[in-house]
């Protein structure tokens, strides 16, 4: 096995905040910008779960409340 083939020696940028790592810098930076200590802003008024995504919070309610959601 050649060192640096494996999926795991390529992630080679890691978050300073949670230690999670990345293949790209990019990445990183997407995480560290929408992801990494980003609020749950968006709240289920159902069951009071909350998400950092709008459409993480429609896949729950069709999911587990059976509701269907008509927004844009």
Do not use: D, P
């Not at 890691?14 to 968006?42: D, P, T």
């Amino acid at each position: 096995m050649i060192h640096g083939s494996c999926e795991q020696c390529s992630m080679n940028f890691v978050c300073s905040r949670c230690k999670k790592s990345y293949k790209s810098k990019g990445a990183l930076i997407h995480h560290q910008r929408n992801e990494c200590g980003v609020e749950r802003r968006f709240c289920c008024n159902l069951c009071g779960n909350r998400f950092k995504h709008k459409h993480h919070l429609q896949q729950h309610l069709t999911r587990i409340h059976q509701c269907s959601l008509v927004s844009k």
